[in-house]
């Protein structure tokens, strides 16, 4: 059976999170062609993606954000960052799993390359493919990665590039939203 494209719909997990927290982080690097900037601003709602399953990995089901900090990761396997930031963000994945979900959005035109990416940096969280950066392109997305933090839907911050120690600047504001701040 194919892979049928979805709709990721953070106002669906939104109603989810009445009194929950959410989180996304995007990852950054540079994303040819690129001509817009950043759509939308820190306060504002994330808006829907329309992103295809993963192949081989499981669906990803809005049931699992409940009551959990999610970061979303725009990342492609010829982003060189993205090299330092995937495996930095398993490490938060496996420390605070069962508060933390962590949503990678891989861009890369063949997805093959992004498996092959995947055997050298292998991660443990939920993986979308977004075919035809459709929604980077949407968002405005010029780096890669590039990382939005939610909070009950909205957007507390956003990360474009990634360097070393950026590690902890994402966990400290995990840790952040996570005590309620």
């Not at 909070?151 to 994402?170: L, M, P, Q, T, Y």
Request: hydrophobic fraction near 45%.
């Amino acid at each position: 059976m194919g892979i049928n494209m979805r709709l990721f719909n953070m106002s669906r997990i939104k109603s989810l999170l009445t009194s929950s927290i959410a989180a996304v982080a995007v990852s950054v690097a540079l994303i040819p062609n690129a001509q817009a900037k950043l759509s939308i601003k820190e306060g504002e709602d994330f808006p829907s993606l329309k992103v295809m399953d993963f192949p081989g990995k499981a669906k990803v089901a809005a049931s699992k954000y409940k009551g959990k900090v999610v970061i979303v990761d725009f990342w492609a396997s010829w982003c060189e960052p993205c090299k330092i930031e995937l495996p930095a963000l398993n490490k938060l994945h496996k420390k605070y799993g069962k508060k933390l979900v962590i949503i990678g959005v891989n861009v890369d035109e063949n997805i093959a390359e992004a498996k092959a990416f995947l055997k050298d940096h292998p991660v443990g969280f939920d993986l979308v493919h977004d075919k035809g950066m459709k929604s980077a392109t949407a968002l405005g997305i010029e780096k890669m990665p590039t990382s939005f933090i939610l909070s009950n839907g909205k957007i507390v911050k956003i990360h474009e590039a990634f360097r070393e120690g950026d590690e902890k600047k994402i966990e400290a504001e995990v840790k952040k939203v996570l005590a309620g701040g």
